[in-house]
């Protein structure tokens, strides 16, 4: 069964993980851990993991709302000493389901251990940020959003059933 989350929790995991493993997470690759995990999840299960429109900004795919909460760090690292293991493990047993669990740590295995700016490069070569972005220079802001059908298209090509 799938669940819908907001994009709270998610970041709390992302946060949480950063916490456990020592692999810090600046705001910029936060964005980019929302994104993949919302992009990967629209591809295996169709719908999304959580709401709100993912937008084309300069140094890649951004969730506004989720930005705007921890845009006080800049390119520091996030530091919140509340999540740990344990909010992993609620998370993963109570706010959504196994598959989806399942899914979270397939796309932290793939992109967690990047950096904010490898994870940047890797969006910025991708069709859903560059057909978000269409003729626009790489430097001018934008809030073009990234369609969650552009994202089925582009990931679904990647994902093996069965």
């Known amino acids: 069964m799938v669940k819908k989350?907001?994009?709270n929790f998610l970041v709390d995991y992302f946060i949480g993980l950063s916490n456990e493993t020592g692999n810090l997470i600046s705001n910029l690759k936060?964005?980019?851990?929302?994104?993949?995990?919302?992009?990967?999840?629209?591809a295996y299960f169709g719908d999304r993991l959580i709401e709100g429109d993912f937008q084309?900004?300069?140094?890649?795919?951004?969730?506004?709302?989720?930005?705007r909460e921890y845009r006080n760090f800049g390119w520091r690292p996030i530091e919140r000493e509340d999540l740990d293991q344990r909010y992993?493990?609620?998370?993963?047993?109570?706010?959504?389901?196994?598959?989806q669990c399942?899914?979270?740590?397939?796309?932290?295995?793939?992109?967690?251990?990047?950096?904010?700016?490898?994870?940047?490069?890797?969006?910025h070569s991708e069709d859903p940020w560059k057909m978000a972005r269409a003729d626009l220079p790489m430097d001018a802001p934008s809030?073009?959003?990234?369609?969650d059908q552009s994202m089925i298209d582009?990931?679904?090509q990647f994902v093996v059933n069965g």
């Open 143 to 147: 809030e073009n959003v990234i369609t």
């Open 102 to 123: 399942e899914l979270l740590v397939d796309i932290v295995d793939e992109y967690f251990g990047l950096s904010g700016f490898e994870l940047e490069r890797l969006t």
């Open 30 to 42: 936060l964005q980019k851990l929302l994104y993949y995990a919302q992009a990967w999840h629209l």
């Open 88 to 99: 992993i493990d609620n998370f993963c047993d109570k706010i959504v389901s196994k598959e």
């Open 154 to 156: 582009y990931y679904q």
């Open 5 to 7: 989350t907001t994009y």
């Open 56 to 67: 084309a900004w300069v140094h890649g795919p951004v969730l506004p709302e989720a930005y």
